[in-house]
């Protein structure tokens, strides 16, 4: 089992930055590859970011390439989700889910765990 919880969220205003962390307990975490998700009120889930289990490899969604930057720390067994230049369209509930897995197709896979949220809301 990996239990994960994520902090970090709170009230930024546009073009602000903030960093949101996912510390993960549990098994080896360097076992897992990581995605960072979110949802707004009245819409679906959508994939953010991923990185592999050492970090070499990760992805975005176009909506954020060049503005969130994830990263991992295995030794602290946490990931870090650094988002700049924040619009008010990126205002939801940004949650971490980790999955048993060394490939990097972070969109597609389904992942085992999940934390419980952070929001991050963004003002205009």
């Known amino acids: 089992q990996v239990q994960l919880v994520e902090s970090g969220g709170g009230l930024v205003q546009a073009g602000g930055s903030l960093r949101v962390s996912c510390v993960a307990s549990g098994r080896t975490f360097s076992r897992y590859a990581v995605g960072w998700f979110r949802q707004a009120p009245g819409k679906e889930r959508e994939f953010v970011a991923g990185i592999s289990r050492r970090g070499g490899n990760t992805d975005y969604a176009d909506s954020v390439k060049g503005r969130f930057t994830i990263s991992r720390d295995n030794a602290k067994n946490t990931v870090y989700l650094q988002m700049n230049s924040l619009k008010p369209e990126d205002t939801a509930n940004y949650y971490c889910?980790?999955?048993?897995?060394?490939?990097?197709?972070?969109?597609?896979?389904?992942?085992?765990?999940w934390g419980q949220g952070t929001q991050v809301t963004v003002s205009s």
């Open positions: 889910a980790a999955t048993d897995y060394s490939g990097s197709n972070f969109r597609e896979r389904e992942y085992e765990y």
